[in-house]
């Protein structure tokens, strides 16, 4: 699909007729589109773990961000480029704030305002609730120019402030040092396994596997040692061996510290918990 461009109401009516920016779970459609916007790092569409859809990300740190919370069990719907329209009550807060609503490019039409990510996740007593995510890069904020930054500042005050409106209170700002690189790097190649082949999808192949790596398991053996024993035991290909390695720790049946231990096949075994399986129903969905 082409490009979409907004120079007058009837544009942003269109979209919405269209559903741009509307819906739940697998059938809501981002505001923002990849081929709508210039790239701000890699921009990517990415297939969905836990939401069935095709994800537009914009930045390598929305993306990390996007693995992070697919990776959440707590975590039940992630909305991208949620949209923030400019209504009456919209206007009347930034003319309180004190601060101009922004307006597309050379135009006079009001922009259409989105926070990067709505999450809908389980409290701790399992009840939905939402929270808006916006994400910048800590140099965009460290070294902007005075003007700038008091801008984008403007910009997130209002961005808050509708949100609040609209009775979602918990917002925040991510920022690569939130994430860290050592946890993003890892939810990455683990992700990679999230999806695996149905063939080793039976509670039994994943047990005896995971049994196999917890035998074999010690810490001055390397990571891919341990993966080749398993799969050799399992008569399994290295290769798939590594996809379920990944996929156990996607599903929460191999714990460890993935905040501050790098996972490579090349290095010693990191600090491994052997958590065990939860039922076949569960691991099928988070395939």
């Known amino acids: 699909m082409r490009a979409r461009r907004f120079k007058t109401q009837a544009d942003i009516e269109r979209s919405i007729s269209q559903g741009f920016g509307q819906g739940e779970g697998a059938a809501y459609q981002p505001w923002w589109r990849v081929q709508d916007l210039p790239s701000r790092g890699r921009s990517r569409k990415v297939q969905g773990v836990k939401i069935d859809r095709i994800h537009h990300v914009l930045s390598d740190l929305e993306y990390q961000y996007l693995i992070l919370l697919e990776f959440s069990e707590r975590v039940i719907d ?11 009550q919209a206007q009347r807060i930034a003319v309180e704030l004190g601060i101009y609503y922004p307006r ?50 403007e910009k997130f005050e209002l961005e808050k402030a509708i949100l609040a409106a609209q009775g979602i209170t918990d917002w925040g700002i991510v920022t690569p040092s939130v994430i860290g690189d050592t946890l993003a790097r890892n939810l990455q190649w683990v992700r990679s ?18 049994d196999c790596l917890e035998l074999s398991f010690h810490h001055e053996r390397v990571l891919s040692s341990l993966i080749r024993a398993a799969a050799s035991n399992m008569h399994v290909a290295y290769a798939d061996g590594v996809n379920i390695f ?23 075994c990191p600090s491994l918990r052997f958590a065990g399986l939860r039922d076949n129903t569960a691991l099928l969905k988070a395939a």
């Open 78 to 88: 992630i909305r991208e480029q949620y949209p923030l329209f400019p209504t009456e």
């Open 104 to 153: 597309f490019h050379s135009t006079s039409l009001l922009y259409v305002m989105t926070t990067d990510f709505l999450v809908t996740y389980l409290d701790e007593s399992g009840q939905p609730k939402f929270a808006a995510r916006t994400l910048k890069y800590d140099a965009e904020l460290a070294d902007a120019e005075p003007a700038k930054l008091k801008r984008t500042l």
């Open 193 to 210: 396994g999230a999806k695996l082949d149905r063939q080793f999808l039976r509670t039994d192949t994943l047990a005896r596997f995971l």
């Open 246 to 268: 990944k996929y156990l720790i996607w599903c929460k049946a191999i714990q460890l510290d993935l905040a501050t231990t790098e996972l490579q096949l090349s290095k010693p």
